[in-house]
């Protein structure tokens, strides 16, 4: 009862981002506000009885508050925070990784409705919301002509949404273990993006970025609304386009890779900023390791394949940010370039950020920890090597777990591509979509609309375990089979 509770406040979260679109369906009055009302409706229904619940019980104590000023009562607490604390807290580690790996499964189905209503089939559908809430952008629909603008404005809040991840809209509600556990379970931890009170700097953080992108992108020729959807789903490394089709020029080219960019770094180094800790901003390793990466990509695609300097620059950062925004035909690459962003886009940004894939912090304390196991061969016995990343030793349990992480990836990865590879498809083309699922991407090779519906399903799949880090859905496994 407890872990349907709990879902059913996840639910309810999710919910609310998603009366934009409705609020901007009603004031077009484009025709899609009912079925908009209804998705959002049966969201958040759920929840509705323990939260009015917990109000009537509120108004009560006000009440007595007021004729017994001897009775205190905490004007803070509405919706009774102190209680749902309580209640999370009972769940254990496993029930919260079950709890997450349920949200992410069945929050896109219910927000599956609005294509269904616009007769897409309900693979197709699915395929459209959970590539949104995973903030991958591959995309199902052939075309988008012929939806409503207030459903394209809803597939980018989705995205908008999925960038932070569902989980981070409890957080404000959450203290200590029991947010550190729900962290865990969407592949975060608390040094990440922070706990509690700091959940609300890291949405204050996100609003600036998504404000400034819609500012940025209007000031370079697109109207008011693509810059709202672009921006949601560039800052998010979403990748849904709120078009079929755009002659892009080069300045707003560069825009979107800066919105991709800046959405795959890490809050950390936005904190930083904000307080004025330069150093510690600017002179981070990961932070370091990502630019290197990006540039020495762009610079290899440039010149080995020879590609246009600027879409090469968009691509390439669409790919280790998990954007998904291409410009040009993907598919007439040559294999180079190809390679070049296969291996971007199983890297992915740094942690703590809105991107996918295996995540470049991990990466890093790999490597450095190959090198430790290398220096330790010419030392003497008994000498201590320790891991450090800015300073700081990285414990072995961490060495462990994101080596472990990085095999668990790889073999998914490497077992993807085979399932492709045996439908039929080419290994280059089987590695692209793949990894393109897998971290979240969006990059397509091969149009995903024209696929089987089993490929589909099988995507589907990719994308929701590379959204939760894979280890969370073994948990709802073993909870379900348990129950």
């Known amino acids: 009862m407890l872990f349907l509770k709990r879902l ?157 991840g569902i989980v981070i809209l409890m957080l404000t509600v959450m203290k200590g273990r029991e947010a550190k556990h729900f962290l865990k379970a969407e592949g975060r931890t608390a040094t990440d993006v922070g706990i509690s009170k700091t959940a609300g700097n890291i949405w204050g953080i996100y609003l600036v970025l998504t404000l400034v992108g819609v500012v940025l992108l209007y000031a370079v020729g697109f109207d008011p609304l693509n810059s709202v959807n672009l921006t949601l789903a560039g800052v998010s490394n979403g990748g849904f386009f709120p078009f079929d089709s755009y002659d892009f020029d080069d300045s707003q080219k560069i825009i979107l890779a800066s919105l991709m960019f800046g959405g795959a770094t890490s809050f950390i180094f936005y904190r930083n900023l904000l307080a004025r800790k330069f150093k510690e901003a600017f002179f981070d390793e990961e932070l370091a390791f990502y630019v290197l990466i990006t540039v020495t990509a762009v610079g290899l695609i440039y010149v080995v394949g020879h590609e246009g300097i600027f879409n090469t620059f968009l691509n390439s950062v669409s790919a280790i940010a998990c954007g998904g925004f291409a410009i040009g035909d993907l598919s007439i690459m040559s294999a180079f370039p190809t390679y070049i962003i296969i291996l971007l886009m199983l890297m992915g940004g740094m942690m703590g950020s809105t991107t996918g894939g295996i995540k470049l912090w991990r990466i890093l304390v790999v490597l450095k920890s190959i090198m430790r196991n290398i220096k330790s061969a010419f030392l003497p016995v008994g000498s201590v090597q320790i891991v450090k990343i800015n300073g700081n030793p990285i414990s072995e349990e961490f060495i462990v777990e994101s080596s472990t992480f990085i095999f668990a990836y790889m073999l998914l990865f490497l077992f993807g591509c085979g399932v492709l590879m045996a439908i039929d498809f080419e290994i280059e083309d089987s590695m692209f979509m793949i990894a393109s699922a897998m971290g979240n991407v969006g990059l397509a090779i091969i149009p995903v609309p024209e696929m089987a519906q089993g490929t589909k399903i099988f995507l589907i799949a990719l994308m929701y375990l590379g959204r939760i880090e894979i280890f969370p859905s073994l948990a709802l496994i073993r909870y379900i089979l348990r129950r």
């Open 8 to 164: 059913a406040v996840l639910m309810f979260y999710a919910s609310l981002p998603l009366l934009i679109p409705l609020g901007y369906s009603i004031y077009l009055e484009d025709g899609a506000w009912a079925t908009l009302a209804f998705t959002i409706l049966l969201m958040a229904l759920p929840a509705v009885p323990q939260i009015l619940k917990h109000i009537f019980q509120n108004i009560k104590n006000f009440v007595i508050s007021i004729f017994k000023p001897d009775t205190p009562f905490n004007y803070a607490n509405l919706l009774d925070l102190d209680k749902m604390r309580e209640e999370v807290a009972e769940l254990t580690l496993g029930q919260i990784l079950a709890l997450v790996s349920a949200a992410w499964l069945i929050i896109p189905a219910i927000s599956a409705i609005p294509y269904l209503a616009y007769t897409f089939e309900p693979v197709d559908a699915y395929f459209e919301s959970i590539s949104g809430w995973t903030s991958t952008g591959l995309s199902a629909l052939p075309t988008l002509n012929g939806l409503p603008p207030s459903i394209i404005l809803y597939r980018s809040v989705t995205q908008w949404i999925g960038g932070l």
